[in-house]
């Protein structure tokens, strides 16, 4: 562990390894981590329910593999009716399986991934359906487990970075299904028939909300004993072949209790074999269980908190658990990777994928930049790579393709918040040229033209550029950003910081709102619409994505001074602002506005309005399987509860600093960089939310903290109020 971590951390890791010793290699079902153990409070079940599009399978921190369960498939079909999608392949309330893939996406609004499949079926099966009854799951970090009643077998799973393993009790086939994965890219993969106890193949993905990106993911399986029979099977028949290509897999008539070990790459089937030699080796399930318990305890102790309920411990442990499931590692053990625009390659060091940027740029890579430093200035490097090799930055990426989904330049934004918290990654300098060239692209930056005429990008284009006005503060935010990054690299950002404010030329005197080129507003016009951008539910009102005119009016938080003065002064401002609240006009189930709560802490004197607004949103997150208010999407969701349970947030990307909230827990350690940073918040009653003073080491701060303070360590000591 780290110098600065703590000795309650080590005794908890000293636990893990204490119990991985005793149990040795035993074959008995595991049993759930006791409650000394941080991990004991992770409830990956938390989020299959609503919308959360969360999985409950097994996994390590920022893992490639990550096999769960598919109760359900979410078709296209589905989306363009405005369904409600499984994206993650589990849905709570299910009672039967069809098998389980080994990648996953976590919270996403749309399925890809979740190949390839393994499944375990009875004395006798059929190719290509084979769903059976599922019962008794059970989950923790790092392991899954369920009963499949209907054929008398059971399935435990754990997991490495790179490879997974399936204990199969009872059953009569296991089966390798190349092509029905999440992915809505057409049920096509390729399988061969090494020997009796081996299947190696690739399945194809892609498609991810119908977007152009595809991928490919490349498998070998391996039985612990030779089956007593195997062949493919193609479309609905056993084929006599020992290799296939199309709607395939393989069959492996087993009779019993068997393990499979499965080694996964985004390279090759040679990757994928090499993945799964070095990781699993002569290691046992236990090894690997407890192992994958270990490294979640490591991470989680990060952030010990004391105080709240066990309920309020379900919550932040689980929420911290989801933030660091993506980005995921996408290198193999010999470092090799598929480059951004195609092809492959090999580095000295980790690549991830799987980057929601849109999403995460808010909270998760501002906690990855606060807690887990070291790995998001790796993440930040896979990103300054990906803008090299594909001559402009990742918006939406996923094994190496883009997705083009969602809107801005949100890249820029994740770069400037790693520089400004010195983590400014290697590579940097070579991507910023591109970065900035990218700016003024039109094929990367829909509209930018226009927006670097006008200010805005205007409706007009609004069948070419989803949300126009949304679009606008999305790119002036990541204007900012990127003169952020072009100032640490001394370079001229006077015009960037300029065109970064350009947005203003939105304000009609009540909202920011669409716009068109010669200058007239949208209109009709209705502040409360959201859809009609795209046709399907919640998809904006027009203008604007994913939200409504509210939803955006504080949307530019690198500019609120200028935002209040066209509102008529800070006391306009937080009038409308309250208001927005006051209204329920806050959407707890999106990104675009999380950050509001906190903008009451730019303006003296208003930071109890925070409280208010803090308390009545983290509400919305529960212990229950549907506790998740909206799609977590890689975690954003989870972040911002993370951060708001701890009581300080990173309110404006690219700004080292963090607004205080109001800390859900008596007291919560941190490990960072510097050491420990402690926010000391006893709560005399759970209407003690208000702050009335705050003191970091002897020294009287605001409403506002610096990162470099956070960072360094020390002690944040609050006196909170029931009173305003």
Same mark, same amino acid.
């Given at each position: 562990?780290?110098?600065?971590?703590?000795?309650?951390?080590?005794?908890?890791?000293?636990?893990?390894?204490?119990?991985?010793?005793?149990?040795?290699?035993?074959?008995?079902?595991?049993?759930?981590?006791?409650?000394?153990?941080?991990?004991?409070?992770?409830?990956?079940?938390?989020?299959?329910?609503?919308?959360?599009?969360?999985?409950?399978?097994?996994?390590?921190?920022?893992?490639?593999?990550?096999?769960?369960?598919?109760?359900?498939?979410?078709?296209?079909?589905?989306?363009?009716?405005?369904?409600?999608?499984?994206?993650?392949?589990?849905?709570?309330?299910?009672?039967?399986?069809?098998?389980?893939?080994?990648?996953?996406?976590?919270?996403?609004?749309?399925?890809?991934?979740?190949?390839?499949?393994?499944?375990?079926?009875?004395?006798?099966?059929?190719?290509?359906?084979?769903?059976?009854?599922?019962?008794?799951?059970?989950?923790?970090?790092?392991?899954?487990?369920?009963?499949?009643?209907?054929?008398?077998?059971?399935?435990?799973?754990?997991?490495?970075?790179?490879?997974?393993?399936?204990?199969?009790?009872?059953?009569?086939?296991?089966?390798?299904?190349?092509?029905?994965?999440?992915?809505?890219?057409?049920?096509?993969?390729?399988?061969?028939?090494?020997?009796?106890?081996?299947?190696?193949?690739?399945?194809?993905?892609?498609?991810?909300?119908?977007?152009?990106?595809?991928?490919?993911?490349?498998?070998?399986?391996?039985?612990?004993?030779?089956?007593?029979?195997?062949?493919?099977?193609?479309?609905?028949?056993?084929?006599?072949?020992?290799?296939?290509?199309?709607?395939?897999?393989?069959?492996?008539?087993?009779?019993?209790?068997?393990?499979?070990?499965?080694?996964?790459?985004?390279?090759?089937?040679?990757?994928?074999?090499?993945?799964?030699?070095?990781?699993?080796?002569?290691?046992?399930?236990?090894?690997?269980?407890?192992?994958?318990?270990?490294?979640?305890?490591?991470?989680?102790?990060?952030?010990?908190?004391?105080?709240?309920?066990?309920?309020?411990?379900?919550?932040?442990?689980?929420?911290?658990?989801?933030?660091?499931?993506?980005?995921?590692?996408?290198?193999?053990?010999?470092?090799?990777?598929?480059?951004?625009?195609?092809?492959?390659?090999?580095?000295?060091?980790?690549?991830?994928?799987?980057?929601?940027?849109?999403?995460?740029?808010?909270?998760?890579?501002?906690?990855?930049?606060?807690?887990?430093?070291?790995?998001?200035?790796?993440?930040?490097?896979?990103?300054?790579?990906?803008?090299?090799?594909?001559?402009?930055?990742?918006?939406?990426?996923?094994?190496?393709?883009?997705?083009?989904?969602?809107?801005?330049?949100?890249?820029?934004?994740?770069? &400037?918040?790693?520089? *400004?918290? !010195?983590? $400014?990654?290697?590579? =940097?300098? #070579? @991507?910023?040229?591109? +970065?900035? /060239?990218? %700016?003024?692209?039109?094929?990367?930056?829909?509209?930018?033209?226009?927006?670097?005429?006008?200010?805005?990008?205007?409706?007009?284009?609004?069948?070419?550029?989803?949300?126009?006005?949304?679009?606008?503060?999305?790119?002036?935010?990541?204007?900012?950003?990127?003169?952020?990054?072009?100032?640490?690299?001394?370079?001229?950002?006077?015009?960037?910081?300029?065109?970064?404010?350009?947005?203003?030329?939105?304000?009609?005197?009540?909202?920011?709102?669409?716009?068109?080129?010669?200058?007239?507003?949208?209109?009709?016009?209705?502040?409360?619409?959201?859809?009609?951008?795209?046709?399907?539910?919640?998809?904006? &009102?027009?203008?604007? *994505?994913? !939200?409504? $005119?509210?939803?955006? =009016?504080? #949307? @530019?938080?690198?500019? +609120?001074? /200028?935002? %209040?003065?066209?509102?008529?002064?800070?006391?306009?401002?937080?009038?409308?602002?309250?208001?927005?609240?006051?209204?329920?006009?806050?959407?707890?189930?999106?990104?675009?506005?999380?950050?509001?709560?906190?903008?009451?802490?730019?303006?003296?004197?208003?930071?109890?309005?925070?409280?208010?607004?803090?308390?009545?949103?983290?509400?919305?997150?529960?212990?229950?399987?549907?506790?998740?208010?909206?799609?977590?999407?890689?975690?954003?969701?989870?972040?911002?509860?993370?951060?708001?349970?701890?009581?300080?947030?990173?309110?404006?990307?690219?700004?080292?600093?963090?607004?205080?909230?109001?800390?859900?827990?008596?007291?919560?350690?941190?490990?960072?960089?510097?050491?420990?940073?402690?926010?000391? @918040?006893?709560?005399?009653?759970?209407?003690?939310?208000?702050?009335?003073?705050?003191?970091?080491?002897?020294?009287?701060?605001?409403?506002?903290?610096?990162?470099?303070?956070?960072?360094?360590?020390?002690?944040?000591?609050?006196?909170?109020?029931?009173?305003?």
């Amino acid at each position: 562990m780290r110098d600065g971590e703590t000795r309650s951390a080590d005794r908890r890791l000293a636990a893990v390894l204490a119990l991985a010793a005793a149990c040795g290699g035993g074959t008995s079902r595991p049993d759930p981590p006791g409650a000394n153990l941080l991990v004991h409070w992770v409830d990956p079940f938390i989020g299959t329910g609503g919308e959360g599009n969360t999985f409950p399978g097994a996994t390590v921190p920022w893992g490639m593999v990550a096999p769960s369960p598919h109760t359900r498939l979410s078709s296209v079909a589905d989306y363009r009716a405005g369904a409600t999608l499984t994206s993650a392949g589990d849905r709570d309330g299910d009672t039967t399986v069809q098998g389980g893939g080994l990648t996953h996406v976590s919270g996403a609004g749309c399925p890809d991934l979740g190949a390839p499949v393994l499944a375990a079926a009875g004395a006798t099966f059929v190719p290509g359906d084979y769903r059976t009854a599922l019962a008794d799951e059970r989950a923790w970090p790092g392991y899954y487990g369920a009963d499949l009643p209907a054929i008398g077998a059971t399935v435990d799973i754990t997991a490495t970075a790179r490879a997974a393993v399936l204990r199969f009790g009872g059953a009569g086939h296991i089966l390798v299904d190349a092509a029905r994965s999440l992915s809505w890219a057409g049920a096509h993969g390729h399988v061969r028939l090494v020997s009796p106890a081996e299947v190696e193949g690739y399945s194809d993905t892609g498609l991810f909300c119908l977007g152009p990106n595809r991928g490919r993911v490349y498998f070998v399986v391996e039985l612990d004993r030779a089956a007593d029979a195997a062949g493919l099977w193609q479309g609905t028949a056993t084929i006599d072949a020992a290799e296939a290509d199309g709607d395939v897999g393989a069959w492996l008539r087993v009779g019993g209790d068997v393990e499979a070990r499965v080694g996964v790459s985004y390279v090759s089937v040679a990757g994928a074999r090499a993945n799964l030699v070095a990781e699993l080796a002569d290691k046992s399930f236990d090894d690997v269980h407890l192992a994958a318990e270990a490294a979640w305890e490591k991470l989680l102790a990060r952030a010990v908190v004391q105080g709240g309920t066990d309920a309020d411990r379900t919550i932040f442990y689980t929420a911290l658990y989801h933030t660091l499931l993506h980005p995921s590692l996408a290198s193999d053990v010999d470092g090799g990777y598929v480059r951004f625009g195609g092809g492959t390659a090999v580095a000295d060091h980790p690549r991830y994928h799987v980057f929601s940027l849109w999403d995460t740029y808010r909270a998760v890579h501002p906690l990855l930049a606060l807690l887990y430093p070291e790995t998001q200035r790796a993440m930040a490097r896979s990103i300054a790579e990906m803008t090299v090799e594909a001559g402009a930055p990742p918006r939406w990426e996923l094994a190496g393709g883009e997705s083009d989904i969602m809107v801005g330049d949100p890249a820029d934004i994740v770069l &400037g918040d790693s520089v *400004v918290k !010195g983590l $400014a990654p290697d590579g =940097l300098a #070579a @991507a910023a040229p591109v +970065l900035v /060239a990218a %700016a003024d692209d039109a094929t990367h930056r829909p509209g930018a033209a226009e927006y670097a005429e006008l200010g805005y990008v205007p409706m007009d284009l609004a069948d070419d550029v989803w949300g126009p006005a949304s679009t606008t503060l999305e790119y002036a935010l990541a204007d900012f950003a990127l003169a952020r990054i072009e100032d640490s690299l001394s370079a001229p950002a006077a015009a960037l910081d300029a065109r970064a404010r350009g947005f203003l030329a939105l304000w009609d005197g009540s909202f920011l709102r669409p716009r068109f080129a010669a200058g007239d507003f949208l209109a009709p016009f209705d502040p409360d619409a959201l859809q009609g951008s795209r046709p399907y539910p919640r998809s904006g &009102g027009p203008g604007y *994505v994913e !939200g409504t $005119a509210w939803t955006y =009016l504080f #949307a @530019a938080p690198h500019a +609120l001074a /200028a935002l %209040a003065d066209a509102m008529g002064g800070d006391a306009a401002f937080v009038a409308r602002l309250q208001e927005l609240f006051d209204d329920g006009k806050f959407a707890t189930w999106n990104e675009p506005d999380l950050g509001y709560p906190y903008a009451f802490t730019h303006f003296a004197g208003e930071g109890w309005r925070t409280a208010e607004a803090v308390r009545a949103a983290r509400a919305a997150f529960t212990a229950e399987r549907a506790g998740i208010p909206g799609n977590d999407d890689a975690g954003a969701m989870s972040a911002w509860y993370v951060f708001s349970a701890l009581g300080i947030y990173p309110d404006v990307p690219a700004v080292a600093e963090y607004a205080i909230g109001t800390p859900l827990f008596d007291r919560a350690e941190l490990t960072v960089s510097g050491g420990t940073f402690v926010i000391d @918040a006893p709560h005399p009653s759970a209407g003690h939310i208000f702050v009335r003073a705050a003191s970091l080491g002897s020294a009287t701060v605001g409403q506002r903290l610096a990162h470099a303070d956070v960072a360094a360590g020390g002690t944040l000591s609050l006196t909170l109020s029931d009173t305003k």
